[in-house]
């Protein structure tokens, strides 16, 4: 009996030992947009991720990401930190007022003026609202060429943190626009640094193709609109 109870011992030992713990795998950054159900679940903080470039890889508005999670100016994260992209427990009311709230910040407002070219160049791919599509635009150029910012603003990430973006640099310009200039070949400011309109922010890189292009942004509430609304018409 006891050698009995030794053997069963010893086969629960081994199981447990064999055992794989469970492992949650939550949506990296890099792969937000990637998947369809990233909005579902939450996200594991990164070293060197800000909540902007979060927000930007869900394609969320900086606000509501910090409002969900309950964080405050100036959105101080730890790397392991958990994020939730959307509410996990909304309740009917609660997304109403939301929506009206979106409302009311999307109705029409003082715009933002001033706005310049990122850099000289042809325009070699437009933006395109279709699934897949371009959410800005790009622009051909030659590799190292100056990278200039549109608009007065804030840095708020620099880095290469978010897959098919390469060096990638996000400009807070007020609470409702941002910019975002990717694919660089040298990133020359840093994270909360001052920049004026037109100031030099980097130098062009080449894309995922090997192509020497700027692939600029606007983002308006954290949804990318089209820059050409913005931008003044390009000379002939």
């Known amino acids: 009996m006891r050698r009995y109870f030794l053997a069963l011992l010893s086969l629960a030992v081994l199981i447990s030992g064999c055992a ?8 990296p950054v890099t792969e937000g947009w990637h998947k369809s159900s990233a909005i579902r679940n939450a996200y594991v903080v990164q070293k060197l991720d800000t909540l902007y470039s979060i927000a930007w890889a869900f394609g969320v508005d900086y606000r509501d990401l910090a409002n ?21 427990s909304k309740s009917i009311k609660q997304r109403m007022k939301s929506q ?19 850099a000289s160049g042809k325009i070699a791919s437009f933006f395109n609202t279709k699934l897949g599509g371009n959410k800005g635009v790009d622009i051909a150029g030659s590799l190292g060429v100056p990278i200039l910012a549109c608009n007065h603003g804030t840095v708020v990430y620099g880095g290469e943190g978010i897959r098919s973006y390469g060096k990638l640099i996000i400009i807070k310009h007020n609470d409702d626009y941002l910019s975002a200039y990717a694919y660089n070949q040298h990133i020359l400011v840093a994270e909360g640094q001052k ?23 606007i983002r308006h509430f954290g949804k990318p609109v089209n820059p050409l609304l913005y931008l003044p018409k390009k000379p002939k």
């Open 20 to 27: 794989k713990p469970r492992v949650i795998k939550l949506p």
């Open 195 to 217: 920049i004026t309109t037109g100031q030099k922010i980097a130098t062009m890189g080449k894309d995922n193709e090997g192509r020497a292009t700027l692939h600029f942004e």
């Open 68 to 88: 969900i999670n309950n964080l405050h100016p100036p959105y101080i994260l730890r790397s392991g930190q958990r994020l939730y992209i959307t509410s996990p």
């Open 100 to 118: 009206i709230e979106f409302a009311q910040r999307t109705s029409p407002a003082k715009p933002l003026l001033g706005w310049l070219w990122p």
